[in-house]
């Protein structure tokens, strides 16, 4: 691979790290901690919290009409995306064994916290649990189609896509024949030394 991609995917590496020393920072400005997949913040501030609380009654009198008359059609989602957590979940179990594909931690991509935040109602938690259900499902999915993706057909495309995956950057060049003829089996074997792209 070109030495000034493996350069840059070095340093966007660096970068992630520097961004989670900073992120780290910002949760001890709010003052809260993580036990056990639970988020605790200080008690003064979770009183705080609970004081900006918005009231059931009052969120609803307060809302926009149409956004509470289009909630029925965001929720219906909710369906498909349950459908969609089953296959993906069978699927790597059936396939990716096979492939010598190591499985996609559901529980690194599905995160449930905003339950612990004081200064939400049932309803505001209800929209927090929907949203980090499909994000969280959908950064799962890619992960999934990724891994596939670097089995199968590790090509890189003629035209640059947006957002592309954390292993795209490895894949062959478009019309590199003899690459991907002769690295194939290399990059297949990366999953065997761990290198999945995170």
């Known amino acids: 691979m070109n030495r000034q991609i493996d350069e840059l995917i070095i340093r966007i590496k660096e970068l992630e790290e520097e961004l989670e020393l900073e992120l780290k ?3 001890e400005e709010f003052h809260f901690v993580i036990e056990e997949k639970r988020v605790r913040f200080a008690e003064e501030v979770a009183r705080q919290q609970r004081r900006l609380k918005s009231g059931l009654f009052r969120y609803l009198v307060e809302s926009k009409p149409l956004n509470v008359l289009t909630a029925p059609v965001i929720y219906s989602g909710l369906a498909i995306f349950v459908l969609l957590d089953l296959f993906l979940t069978i699927y790597q179990f059936i396939c990716f064994p096979i492939y010598g594909i190591p499985r996609v931690r559901r529980s690194e991509y599905l995160l449930f916290d905003r339950e612990d935040l004081p200064y939400l109602n049932i309803i505001e938690k209800f929209n927090c649990f929907y949203c980090s259900y499909g994000n969280g499902l959908a950064a799962y999915f890619r992960e999934i189609a990724a ?14 896509i947006k957002a592309a995956h954390s292993s795209y950057a490895r894949f062959f060049e478009y019309g590199d024949a003899e690459s991907y003829r002769k690295g194939l089996e290399r990059l297949r074997g990366e999953f065997e030394k761990g290198k999945t792209g995170k």
């Open 25 to 27: 920072k910002k949760r």
């Open 147 to 160: 891994r596939t993706e670097q089995y199968w057909c590790p090509i890189k495309h003629a035209r640059r």
